[in-house]
C-alpha cells in the first residue's frame, strides 16, 4: 500500500468502458480546478479504437479510444490510474490487466458484485506490487483541487458547495459513496474543506482499507486532522484501532460506526452494502464505536452529534496554531451543455430545419394542418396533396385538376397521398432540403433524398410483401413465421413504430384498412399480417403493423383479388420490387414540395376562384382580369415564370 499521496494536479488516467457522463464529470471538474491538461488521458473500450469527443471548458477535444488495457498503457505511459467501469463479469480480469502494467498504480473498481474470490487475488497482487485498489462497489476518490475519480461528489454545484475545487485541511476516508457526499458537504460547512476523499466500498474484502488511507493520510502534510465513517459488520475498524493505540497516528482523528439501530431487530440484518451485515458483537456498530473511543480516536454519541466533533476539533486545531484555515477562492464558471441550457430554459437556440408544409407530430399526421383523416374522407385527390405539400393551401377544384393531369387511379392514390411526406427530418427529406440549401438544382436535390430509399427507408413495402406472401403461401401460423425470421436475425418488415403503439396506432393503417374492407374483394393476406400483428404485440407495445407492412399486405390482395394477374406475375412483381414505386412516386411529391418552398418564389395571381400558378403565357393571361392584380410584375431572365418583385 502506498504511503503518501495518490494524485495530484498532474494525475492523469485511463477510463475503461466508455462512460461519457462520469468522464465529463471529471474533465468539468479538472477546469474547475484550473488543471491545465485534462485527467483523462486515454479510453479504453475493448473492440473500439479511434477517439470520443468531450469539452474541457469550452474547449472540445478528442480523447483517444484504445481497444485494450495494454494499448492504451503502451500509447500513455505517464497514466498511473485506472478507472474501472466495467460490469462485475468483467471488472476482475480487466483489473488485473492493470494492474500488471508497471505504469498503474491505482485501479478504482466501480462495480458491484465481483466475486469475493476475484477482490481477494486482485488485493493479494496489489499488496505484493506496492499497488493500490480503490473498490469494488466504490464511487472512487477525489483529491480537492486536483484529481477526481468518475461520479465521485456528485455534479458540479454539490462540487462547488462542498467547496471542493481547492484543498482543506481534512482527510476523510468511508466506506459508502452515498455518505462521501454528505460528509464532504458536512465537513465544507464546520472547517476549511478536505484535503483528498476516498470511499474505499461496502463489499467485504475492499481493496484497501479504513487504515490503508488513514495512515496515509497521516503522512500528507497538508492532512491536519481525519475523519472516517466505518459500518456495522466485518472488523476493518480493528486495525485502525490498532493504529491509534500503537501511535501509528499523530494526528486527530474523528470517526464514527454507523449502524448502532441493527440492535433493535432480534434477527440478524444485512444493510445496502455487502460487508454491513449484523453478526457477532465485535462487529456490532456499539463496539466498534467503543473501540475506537479507547484508542483515542473522537467518537460522538451519535451520527447527529458527528459534526458538532468535527467542527471541535478543527476549532481546537486552528486555535493551537497547527491548522491556517485555507483562504476562499472564486472558482471559474462551468460552461453549460447546450441541450441542459434549452431544456432548463435557459438559452434559445434557432432550429436549423423548419417545416412548414407537414406536421407528424400529433395523434396523425397533418399537411399544412389538414389532418390525414380528412384529406381521404373528403375525397381529395393528388393535385390536393400537392397543393398542401407545395403551396401550403386549399387550391380550387380547377386548379388541382389541372396539376393531377390524369384522373384518380385508385387504390394506388390512396397510397401515394399516405406516404408522400414524412416531415423534415428523416433521412430523404433531410437530404433533399440540405442539397437544395447548397443551392442545386430541383433533380439534383429530388435525387439525393430517393437515393436514400432502401430497407431501413421506404423498402420496407417491398420486403413486407414479399415475406408475408411466402409466409402465408406455405401456410405458417403467426408463430412460426415470426420466430423463423428470429432465428435468421432478421426482423419483420412491415411491423414495428418508433411512435406508435398499440393503444396509439398508425392512422394512416387503419384508413388503408378501411378501405379495403370496402372495395376488395379480398383481404387475406392484410388478415394474416393483423394476426402476425397480434403476436408481436405480445411480444412489445411498439410491433404494430405500420403502413409499409399494411401497403405490401394490401397490395398482394389487390393483385390477387382483381383476377388481372397470374401466380407467376404476382410473383415476378413482388420479386422484382415493383411495389416500392409507389414510395418513391409519393415520396417525390414530398420532396419536390421543400426543395420549391427552398428554390423558387412562386408567382400566384388573385383571381375570383382563389390564388392560382401564373405561368407565363399570353393565352392565360388574358383569361383573367389584370385589374385584379395588386402588385406589378417582372419577368425573370431564365425561368418562363413572373414573379413579384
Excluded at 326 to 344: H, M, N, R, T
Aim: net charge neutral.
Amino acid at each position: 500500500m502506498a504511503t503518501g499521496q495518490l494524485f495530484s494536479q498532474t494525475t492523469q488516467a485511463l477510463f475503461y468502458n466508455y462512460k461519457q457522463l462520469p468522464i465529463q464529470r471529471m474533465l468539468d471538474f479538472d477546469f474547475l480546478c484550473g488543471r491545465e491538461t485534462p485527467s483523462v488521458a486515454g479510453i479504453i473500450n475493448p473492440g473500439a479504437e479511434g477517439f470520443q469527443k468531450l469539452f474541457f471548458g469550452q474547449e472540445e477535444i478528442a480523447i483517444p479510444v484504445h481497444s485494450s488495457v495494454e494499448a492504451a498503457c503502451a500509447a500513455h505511459p505517464i497514466a498511473d490510474v485506472f478507472i474501472n467501469f466495467a460490469s462485475f463479469r468483467s471488472a476482475a480480469a480487466s483489473s488485473m490487466a492493470a494492474l500488471k502494467q508497471p505504469t498503474i498504480k491505482v485501479v478504482a473498481i466501480i462495480a458491484e458484485g465481483v466475486p469475493e474470490a476475484d477482490a481477494k487475488q486482485l488485493i493479494a497482487y496489489a499488496r505484493a506490487n506496492n499497488k493500490v485498489v480503490i473498490g469494488p462497489a466504490t464511487v472512487g476518490g477525489i483529491q480537492a483541487g486536483a484529481f477526481k475519480i468518475g461520479d465521485t461528489a456528485g455534479t458540479i454545484d454539490n462540487i462547488i458547495q462542498c467547496k471542493l475545487y481547492r484543498p482543506g485541511s481534512v482527510g476523510f476516508v468511508s466506506k459508502s459513496g452515498g455518505m462521501s457526499n454528505e460528509l464532504y458537504n458536512t465537513i465544507a460547512r464546520v472547517t476549511d474543506g478536505i484535503y483528498e476523499g476516498i470511499a474505499i466500498g461496502g463489499d467485504v474484502f475492499p481493496g484497501s482499507t479504513l487504515s490503508d488511507h488513514v495512515l496515509r493520510f497521516n503522512n500528507i502534510p497538508q492532512v491536519k486532522m481525519m475523519v472516517v465513517l466505518g459500518e456495522l459488520g466485518g472488523r476493518d475498524e480493528y486495525s485502525l484501532v490498532e493504529a491509534l493505540k500503537h501511535g501509528k497516528v499523530q494526528k486527530p482523528v474523528v470517526a464514527w460506526v454507523s449502524g448502532t439501530c441493527a440492535r433493535l431487530f432480534k434477527s440478524e440484518v444485512q444493510f445496502g452494502h455487502a460487508g454491513a451485515k449484523s453478526g457477532g458483537e465485535m462487529e456490532s456498530a456499539q463496539a466498534k464505536n467503543q473501540a475506537l473511543r479507547e484508542a483515542g480516536a473522537v467518537v460522538p454519541t451519535s451520527y447527529e452529534a458527528l459534526e458538532g466533533a468535527i467542527k471541535e476539533t478543527f476549532e481546537n486545531l486552528v486555535e493551537e496554531g497547527k491548522i491556517a484555515p485555507v483562504p476562499e477562492v472564486q472558482p471559474p464558471p462551468i460552461p453549460e451543455d447546450l441541450k441542459s441550457a434549452i431544456k432548463s430554459g435557459k438559452v434559445r437556440a434557432p432550429t436549423h430545419i423548419i417545416s412548414t408544409i407537414s406536421d407528424d407530430r400529433g395523434e396523425e399526421p397533418c399537411y399544412a394542418g389538414v389532418p390525414m383523416s380528412t384529406i381521404v374522407e373528403q375525397g381529395f385527390g393528388v393535385g390536393d396533396v400537392i397543393s398542401l405539400l407545395w403551396f401550403k393551401r386549399s387550391l380550387p377544384r380547377y386548379c388541382t385538376q389541372f396539376i393531377e393531369l390524369t384522373e384518380p387511379c385508385g387504390f394506388g392514390q390512396i397510397c401515394i397521398m399516405l406516404c408522400a411526406d414524412h416531415g423534415p427530418c428523416v433521412s430523404g427529406a433531410h437530404n433533399t432540403i440540405v442539397t437544395a440549401r447548397a443551392g442545386k438544382d430541383l433533380v439534383s436535390s429530388l435525387v439525393s433524398g430517393l437515393l436514400t430509399i432502401g430497407p431501413r427507408f421506404g423498402g420496407a413495402i417491398d420486403d413486407a410483401a414479399r415475406y408475408f406472401k411466402d409466409a402465408y403461401d406455405k401456410g405458417l401460423s403467426p408463430y412460426e413465421f415470426v420466430e423463423g425470421m428470429k432465428k435468421k436475425g432478421i426482423r419483420v418488415p412491415g411491423i414495428g413504430h418508433r411512435i406508435k403503439r398499440a393503444d396509439n396506432r398508425d392512422k394512416r393503417v387503419e384508413l388503408l384498412q378501411k378501405y379495403a374492407h370496402t372495395h376488395f374483394p379480398s383481404v387475406k393476406y392484410m388478415e394474416y399480417a393483423v394476426q402476425v400483428e397480434t403476436y408481436t404485440l405480445s411480444k412489445a407495445n411498439n410491433l404494430v403493423l405500420n403502413v409499409d407492412g399494411a401497403i405490401g399486405s394490401l397490395f398482394l390482395d389487390l393483385l390477387a383479388g382483381s383476377g388481372m394477374f397470374s401466380k407467376q406475375e404476382i410473383d415476378e412483381i413482388v420479386d422484382i420490387g415493383y411495389l416500392n414505386g409507389l414510395f418513391v412516386l409519393a415520396r417525390s411529391i414530398g420532396l419536390i414540395g421543400h426543395v420549391t418552398k427552398i428554390q423558387y418564389t412562386l408567382q400566384f395571381i388573385q383571381s375570383p376562384n382563389g390564388m392560382i400558378l401564373y405561368p407565363h403565357s399570353s393565352q392565360v393571361w388574358h383569361t383573367f382580369d389584370q385589374k385584379r392584380l395588386k402588385q406589378p410584375l417582372y419577368r425573370h431572365p431564365w425561368e418562363d415564370v413572373l414573379y413579384t418583385k
